[in-house]
């Protein structure tokens, strides 16, 4: 009886499992993996833009408007649906003077065929540039550089600055030394006395970078200057103290 016990036994290992016990309770569920959360996000921030400037019609200023126009569509383009609400919203800065007048003439002309007649943002900056912009750049520039209406005078040096450069890019003047001399030309008598007379190594009249950098140096001492002698008048004196004998 046992030797026929034993052979089921190792014919039927299974026979050796222990039953689990009623009060045993079942191993636990494994629960699938969870992937970790991804981690929040910073929410970005979009810099404060500002809108262009009013435009009437000066040529000199076509640049500038429409390069702020076109900065701002770049940076907030989810505020144009279609290309025409890019226009439109161009068009309310057309306030006066020619400006204001090819607008007007813009709504007539949708007014009489039906359909606006600037279908494109490209095609509004071509229409823009031909109306808007100097027929003759480069030759504007070059008689302005000849004459002395782009001297310093009351702006800024800053602005002078500016100015100077936009003006030399559209003349096409590339050489070092005209430059230097048509930049110095235009300072105010003062700043060049200063530049000339600095007592440490003098500017190369072929490094106008080194004119510009010594300029706005000048122009800041001077603006420090001010700044410390317009606190030092406005703090009254204490009184003064006599001793006596």
């Known amino acids: 009886m046992q030797l026929q016990q034993l052979t089921?036994?190792?014919?039927?290992?299974?026979?050796?499992?222990?039953?689990?016990?009623?009060?045993?309770?079942?191993?636990?569920?494994?629960?699938?993996?969870?992937?970790p959360s991804p981690a929040p996000t910073a929410r970005r921030t979009r810099p404060k833009l500002s809108a262009p400037p009013d435009f009437s019609r000066e040529c000199h200023n076509g640049h500038a408007f429409l390069n702020s126009c076109s900065l701002y569509i770049r940076l907030a383009p989810e505020q144009f649906c279609n290309e025409q609400e890019k226009i439109l919203w161009a068009l309310t800065f057309f306030k006066d003077g020619r400006a204001a007048k090819w607008s007007k003439n813009v709504f007539r002309q949708e007014a009489d065929?039906?359909?606006?007649?600037?279908?494109?943002?490209?095609?509004?900056?071509?229409?823009?540039?031909?109306?808007?912009?100097?027929?003759?750049?480069?030759?504007?520039?070059?008689n302005t550089l000849e004459g002395t209406s782009y001297h310093q005078g009351d702006q800024t040096v800053d602005d002078y600055l500016d100015g100077f450069q936009t003006l030399v890019s559209n003349a096409g003047y590339t050489d070092p030394w005209t430059l230097v001399v048509k930049f110095r030309r235009g300072l105010k008598l003062g700043i060049q006395n200063q530049i000339a007379t600095m007592p440490y190594e003098r500017l190369a009249d072929t490094d106008p970078d080194a004119w510009y950098r010594a300029t706005q140096r000048i122009d800041q001492a001077r603006l420090a200057n001010e700044a410390f002698q317009s606190v030092s008048c406005s703090t009254p004196s204490g009184p003064v103290k006599t001793v006596s004998a």
């Open 113 to 142: 065929t039906g359909v606006f007649p600037i279908p494109t943002w490209g095609d509004f900056e071509q229409q823009f540039r031909l109306h808007f912009f100097p027929v003759n750049a480069e030759a504007d520039a070059i």
């Open 8 to 35: 089921q036994l190792v014919a039927n290992p299974s026979l050796l499992a222990i039953p689990n016990s009623p009060n045993t309770p079942p191993p636990p569920a494994l629960s699938p993996p969870t992937s």
